[in-house]
């Protein structure tokens, strides 16, 4: 994921409690990855150990068996580990010669290197809008931004919920386009019982650290079933060459470390235990929104039918302009929180010749504006979730600030009856 720089830092909770009324609360972190690594910390360490005795850090056993690991959980012929997941997005573009000339379609509403990456590529960022449902790419929007330089479409699986893909598909197969997925916040994600990665032409992943699987710095990885693609690509991300300093393409230096392959198979290991406790909490955070009656003011994210939504971030909308306000709330009351994204991409300054303007994506627009990510992380414990929601409902002054806890069941203070 993208750092926000403007959120805390991963593990970083205010060292103070905050007091609200005449109750302390005690903070809440955005995300704490300390707790995933006390469980795991001997494993990852012997995992390192055992990499420092072969002293074999460039690719090697380590990240060919990560790489099998991986195919075989996203059930994908190939698998082929890089840098990060930008290089996974440049490194396909490439293995697609999609370069100047050239336009891709993609989202708007996502972080900056799904359309970084095509316009490195030297090809032209066409930007459609998104379904407000899903925050990701709206097929319709993609049709109509179609032209006869269209060579691809790269769709985000935005937060950890699949893209509509078989329309978007459809489409690539009338235009003979390529379809990459983003997939850098969506290891695990299910589009009608298939993974997210083997839903395009390639599937791009990010092991950034505060991803579902996240490694220890960069790393990313493509998929795909392509097996003479997947061949190009292992190509490209050692210079093109094709062994002995024989270099027939001009490719990147994009390895995924060995060292980082030793630890995310410790955590590929755990990822469905991990997705679950996401999952979990999100149906948690719904059932506390009911019973606090915020539902008109807090739209929740919804997991579409035949989807397997694996929550790499919770985002909600916060309705009638109060969203920054809703932040600040939560922030002084030491719940972390951030915005995923600030500013929709066509509107980057980095772009601005590409010529478009406030208005273009009006949807994209208004998730800038509306949305806010919750804690989410698979640790989060039921208590803090409570505090979360409380925070909420306080700053939407729907209870008194200082009121702790959610409300008691009517039962528990009905007068005992006399018989
Ligand atoms: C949607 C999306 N695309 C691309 C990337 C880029 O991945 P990385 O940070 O590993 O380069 C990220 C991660 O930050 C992402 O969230």
Request: net charge neutral.
């Amino acid at each position: 994921m993208a750092p926000d720089r403007s959120a805390p830092k991963p593990g970083c909770a205010p060292a103070q409690l905050p007091a609200h009324g005449d109750v302390a609360i005690a903070p809440v972190p955005f995300i704490d990855l300390t707790l995933q690594h006390q469980k795991i910390a001997g494993e990852v360490l012997d995992a390192v150990q055992r990499l420092f005795s072969a002293q074999q850090f460039i690719l090697g056993d380590e990240v060919a068996e990560f790489e099998r690991e991986t195919a075989d959980y996203c059930d994908a012929r190939e698998a082929i580990g890089c840098a990060s997941g930008t290089d996974a997005l440049l490194l396909s573009l490439a293995a697609l010669d999609i370069g100047p000339g050239d336009e891709v379609i993609t989202s708007p509403f996502t972080f900056f290197a799904t359309a970084g990456s095509i316009w490195r590529a030297g090809a032209k960022p066409v930007f459609a809008d998104i379904d407000p449902a899903t925050f990701n790419l709206d097929p319709q929007a993609a049709a109509a931004a179609i032209s006869r330089r269209t060579r691809a479409i790269m769709p985000v699986h935005i937060f950890g919920q699949c893209a509509e893909m078989e329309p978007l598909w459809r489409l690539a197969v009338r235009h003979d386009l390529a379809t990459i997925e983003d997939a850098c916040q969506a290891i695990g994600a299910d589009y009608r019982g298939r993974r997210a990665g083997v839903l395009g032409t390639t599937g791009c992943f990010s092991f950034f650290p505060t991803k579902n699987l996240g490694g220890a710095g960069d790393g990313g990885l493509i998929t795909t079933d392509d097996l003479h693609l997947a061949k190009r690509l292992k190509r490209l991300r050692v210079h093109g060459d094709l062994g002995g300093y024989h270099h027939v393409e001009v490719g990147l230096n994009s390895r995924l470390d060995a060292l980082q392959a030793a630890v995310l198979r410790v955590k590929l290991a755990r990822l469905e235990h991990w997705t679950e406790a996401r999952r979990a909490n999100a149906q948690r955070y719904a059932e506390l929104f009911e019973l606090h009656k915020l539902l008109d003011m807090i739209v929740p994210p919804q997991e579409l039918p035949e989807r397997r939504h694996v929550f790499n971030q919770y985002c909600v909308r916060i309705r009638e302009g109060r969203r920054d306000e809703v932040l600040a709330g939560l922030r002084a009351r030491g719940i972390g929180a951030a915005i995923y994204y600030p500013q929709p991409l066509h509107l980057q300054e980095c772009f601005a010749s590409l010529g478009y303007r406030a208005g273009d994506f009006p949807e994209a627009e208004a998730a800038a504006r509306e949305v806010l990510a919750l804690p989410i992380f698979p640790e989060l414990s039921q208590s803090q979730q409570e505090r979360v929601v409380q925070g909420l409902a306080e700053v939407l002054g729907r209870r008194p600030a200082g009121q702790a806890g959610i409300p008691a069941p009517k039962f528990l203070n009905a007068k005992k009856r006399v018989a």
